[in-house]
């Protein structure tokens, strides 16, 4: 069975302060690996699509990065305004199409 | 372009009422997925679609749930009768047929979901 493991729950910056979100997964051939960010009381937002090992993705202060094993999306200098929960997700190569969620990161980033 | 969208936004029902959530797709888009997120727990799979045909719904949990999709465009989901455990908030994705590697590949459009309250 698929499975995703974010970490950590939750995460507290200072402006200005980078960091990393985890994401283990463990899937029978990986297909692809999905973030996105949700904000309170909206859906899940689409921010990247990682496919191989070695592969990165870039979107203003955020990086993502794959290996076999694992995904981190970086955050680089946050801003208030990057303050929501991030999910990561993974799709198996074969059977079904449906996305396998982890718990999510809630990020909160202070002035 | 008009996003997914889904209604009710909040449903607040008793114990053995019925309920029906209703999701519109991108237009355009063959594939329609049913998500769902309880409270403390990860969002997970229901269902999904491509058209009208039920491509996988090994999610759905039990029986008292039934999805359809009228002609390939919008799509309902209805609980009956509701239990207290169904209380939560469903999500409603698209995405178009064929995901083939681009810059845009594997992207869900989802709605802002339909939050469940089940007394």
């Known amino acids: 069975e698929d499975q995703v493991t974010q970490s950590p729950e939750a995460l507290r910056l200072q402006e200005g302060e980078s960091s990393s979100l985890n994401c283990s997964y463990t899937?029978?051939?990986?297909?692809?690996l999905f973030w996105y960010r949700q904000d309170p009381g909206k859906g899940p937002e689409f921010l990247f699509t990682?496919?191989?090992a070695g592969e990165e993705k870039e979107k203003e202060r955020l990086k993502a990065t794959l290996t076999k094993k694992e995904s981190f999306l970086h955050i680089t200098a946050p801003k208030p305004e990057d303050s929501a929960t991030y999910l990561c997700?993974?799709?198996?190569?074969?059977?079904?199409?449906?996305?396998?969620f982890g718990s999510g990161t809630r990020l909160q980033v202070q002035p | 372009e008009a996003g997914v969208t889904q209604f009710p936004s909040h449903s607040v029902i008793e114990k053995g009422q019925t309920v029906t959530l209703r999701c519109d797709p991108i237009s355009g888009h063959d594939n329609l997925y049913w998500y769902r997120r309880v409270m403390g727990k990860e969002i997970k799979f229901l269902l999904h679609f491509v058209k009208e045909s039920k491509q996988d719904e090994s999610g759905m949990p039990n029986n008292r749930f039934l999805a359809e999709r009228t002609g390939g465009t919008y799509s309902t989901l209805k609980v009956q009768p509701a239990e207290l455990e169904d209380s939560g908030v469903y999500f409603c994705?698209?995405?178009?047929?064929?995901?083939?590697?681009?810059?845009?590949?594997?992207?869900?459009?989802f709605g802002e979901g339909s939050r469940l309250t089940v007394l």
């Open positions: 997700a993974v799709q198996a190569r074969t059977g079904r199409r449906a996305l396998t």
């Open positions: 899937v029978s051939g990986l297909r692809g």
């Open positions: 994705a698209s995405s178009q047929v064929v995901l083939q590697p681009s810059p845009r590949t594997g992207e869900l459009f």
């Open positions: 990682l496919y191989s």
